[in-house]
């Protein structure tokens, strides 16, 4: 009996403590970033463009990489989902229940979801080398939709996958064809994009790796496609990597505004995923 | 027992689902204007073979279907078949209802939509007209623009019901369709069935021998994949003539 009983604290005590460390390291980041940027956080840096260039200018703001890491983010979420949401329903209402083909979709999938974000930008910057293309906000928003194209598909099929065979038993028996099938899935399945959606797009949003060699940086904001675009992310590790001691505080400003950004989308998930499957069920 | 114009006829039909051979030459009418229950323990084939009927089964992987059903003398596996087009003569309600994800009146009128009626006047006619017919008009005629998620479970397999019916088929096929109900809903969507017998061929999957005498005029008695005895309601129930359908009927064997 004594025995069991120092077994369970044991573990009880180590749970505890792991989670403990995963909460406190949370508090910490939150902590690093607010003590070391809220001194330079200030209205003209969400609202002005840097002034004297990024790396060792300290005047102006960040609304170049803010602009430009929400056209990347949108850009690529929107082109994500119109690659993937064909493909998802092409393995589970197009092709036979199961199927090789599938199979084989969902491990790519896998494969891809597994290839760090550095060899994606590598690849966009191979490519951009061969068509002799600059680093652009397009080319940006095209890597980006490959990184972030494994999240979206993954987890839209694994919703479209668990809504039940009643669905479709019940629309195939009303003379539906696997098109207006699809429709119905969609509808039933938008809780679950929605979340997919922004999950996806907090990656895209946070991630430096993709857009280094493919969107560039710049201080100005971009007017076209075919202009470079700076990033939150590429933000920070520039002006963290600055010699100077205000550029390195406006670095955990960037990370300030960041992180708010990211806290916001996936708040804005919780909360629109639970407000649409309150309608549905 | 054979019927000189039954509105399905099943000619040797054989299905695999992989290794496993579910239904062994399956030769069966079904009769025009009549209800014929299928019944048998769970895992004998009734459902297999109901959903061969509208070709929900050869969407699966694996499965192999041989022999002919005959629909209205035309065979549904054939190659020139429209399989949507020939899915629409036959309203399926599954044994739990699945209300589309939109409004009462969308549930309804999504079929005649899918089939080219857009005017608003006649949908709202046709929407008016199966809620009726499936009792439910009175209940929700204030709110038929809230979700159909939000009626109760019986009033869902209603609606699953006038939704099929909307469509305008010739057979309903039901798939258990009482056992996720309470009694009370259960003895409505029976009465439903007997006045619903002039005008559709009903084919019913159920356990429930009860509910098999209640709403049926023929049985037909299925274990292990074979037909065991096909005949009318009474005749079957009181008098079998085989010795495993007397078992089932006695309840030695589920």
Redesign the interface.
Known sequence: MKRKKIESFFFKSLMILATLMIAGSLVMILWTITAKGIRSLNWDMISKVPEGGFYIGKGGGLLNAIIGSLYITIGSTLLGLLISIPVVLYINIYA????SLATVTRFTFDVLFGIPSIVYGAFGFTIMVYFGLRASLLAGIITVTLVIIPILARAMDEVIRRT?E????????????RW?TSK?FL??S?PGIMTAVLLSSGRAIGDAASVLFTAGYTDSIPTSLSQPAATLPLAIFFQLSSPIQEVQNRAYAAALILTVIVLVISLGAKYFSKKLSK??? | MTFEAPHIRVKDLNVYIGHNHILKNISLDIPDKKITSFIGPSGCGKTTLLKTFNRLLDRNKDVKINGQVLVDGEDIYGSQVEVTGMRRKMGLLSQRPFPLPMSIYDNIAYGPRIHGLRKKKELNQSVEHYLRATGLWEEVKGRLNSPATSLSIGQQQRLCLARGLAVEPEIILGDEPTSALDPLSTQRIEELFLQLRDKYTIVLVTHILRQARRVSDYIVFIYMGEIIEFGPTEELLLNPKQKLTQEYVKGYIS
């Open positions: 036979r229940k199961d199927s039940p009643e669905l479709s038993d019940a629309t195939y028996s009303l003379g539906a064809t207006e119905v509808r039933q938008l309608n549905k069920i």
